[in-house]
């Protein structure tokens, strides 16, 4: 079992950091990151955009 989706304060400065579990891709590049998720992470994601629990 993974854990789900978090969003936490920045350690290093302003915005948060979005930690993503059952990613399936990874591209970055200096302005973006692609990431591709799994069915049940992007639905995990979408519950915590939602509810804002763990902010």
Known sequence: ???GPRITPNPDGDGVILH???????DTQAW???IGL???ALA?????LTDGSSR
């Open 32 to 34: 973006s990151v692609d």
């Open 20 to 26: 993503l579990p059952d990613f399936t891709h990874l």
């Open 44 to 48: 995990a994601l979408r519950q915590l």
């Open 38 to 40: 799994t069915d049940d």
């Open 1 to 3: 079992m993974t854990d």
